[in-house]
């Protein structure tokens, strides 16, 4: 049986306990009673949580034995910041396909708006990343970190960095990551990948250039134009597929 999912808000021990709107939304939508089993994540792990108290501001559990769980893939989305409701769908969207870490990025064609108002939203995705972590049964949210200007982005580091182009002119996605799991015979395991998708506007020439200048490598989705959100769940899915069936 498929236990609910909740991220804990606070661990002791063999105990857990829910706060605020979370617990308000077990206790009167979910209409949780005393003795109900429900999987707690505890960030490192997941364990069959039994509530033992509960009232619409907190819910506390027992926690018991450790429960199955998909670990995280190793994937960073730097996504371009653009309109909100659809950066928010693709950052719903990439949790749910196992994204480890989000990164909000100011780039050339991002409304000067937006960028000013991202920094207050940051709150707002990282309850949109975790409410579609439980939903997703994963076994914590994705970090999600504050947004930040391109050139803080290209001088990450990582085994594989790719921009994705939409100009054309280079290799498909699958293709790149086919080359590198055949230097993974030599070189290890894929590893990290942190995968940059532009915002709604697209990269500009000059960005496009600063890419591959940090070592960076650019791939193709295909001919079609796509919009941002449906890039960054295309390559995010074509990663996951690569890295969990890659040895
Ligand atoms: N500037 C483009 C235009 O209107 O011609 C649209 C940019 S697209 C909406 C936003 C981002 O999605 C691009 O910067 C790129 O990162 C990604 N993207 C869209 N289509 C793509 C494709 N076919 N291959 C690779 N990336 C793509």
Same mark, same amino acid.
């Given at each position: 049986? @498929?236990?609910?999912?909740?991220?804990?808000?606070?661990?002791?021990?063999?105990?857990?306990?829910?706060?605020?709107?979370?617990?308000?939304h077990l206790v009167r939508v979910l209409r949780a009673r005393v003795g109900q089993d429900f999987d707690i994540s505890t960030a490192d792990s997941v364990r069959r949580g039994r509530i033992t108290s509960l009232s619409s501001q907190r819910v506390e559990f027992e926690l018991r034995e450790e429960v199955q769980s998909a670990a995280p893939i190793a994937i960073t989305l730097a996504?371009?910041?653009?309109?909100?409701?659809?950066?928010?769908?693709?950052?719903?969207?990439?949790? $749910?396909l196992g994204v480890s870490r989000i990164l909000p990025v100011i780039?050339?064609?991002?409304?000067?708006?937006?960028?000013?108002?991202? $920094?207050?939203?940051? $709150?707002?995705?990282?309850?949109?990343a975790r409410q579609a972590s439980e939903q997703s049964r994963r076994m914590a949210?994705? $970090?999600?970190?504050?947004?930040?200007?391109?050139?803080q982005i290209l001088k990450l580091e990582a085994p594989l960095r790719v921009?994705?182009?939409e100009t054309g002119n280079c290799a498909m996605l699958?293709?790149?990551?086919?080359?590198?799991?055949?230097?993974?015979?030599?070189?290890?395991?894929?590893?990290?990948?942190?995968?940059?998708?532009?915002?709604?506007?697209?990269? @500009?020439?000059?960005?496009?250039? @600063?890419f591959p200048k940090a070592g960076w490598i650019a791939a193709s989705l295909g001919t079609t134009i796509l919009r941002a959100e449906t890039a960054a769940i295309a390559a995010t899915a074509i990663v996951a597929s690569a890295m969990l069936s890659s040895p």
């Open positions: 049986m @498929t236990r609910r999912r909740w991220i804990a808000d606070e661990i002791s021990g063999n105990r857990a306990a829910i706060v605020g709107d979370h617990a308000d996504l371009a910041i653009y309109k909100f409701d659809r950066f928010e769908w693709a950052v719903e969207k990439c949790t $749910e780039a050339r064609r991002t409304d000067s708006h937006l960028a000013s108002a991202s $920094e207050k939203r940051s $709150e707002r995705w990282r309850r949109i949210p994705p $970090e999600l970190a504050d947004p930040a200007e391109l050139p921009v994705l182009a699958p293709d790149v990551l086919k080359d590198r799991s055949a230097a993974a015979l030599t070189n290890g395991p894929i590893g990290e990948i942190i995968l940059a998708v532009g915002p709604e506007g697209g990269w @500009t020439g000059e960005e496009l250039q @600063t």
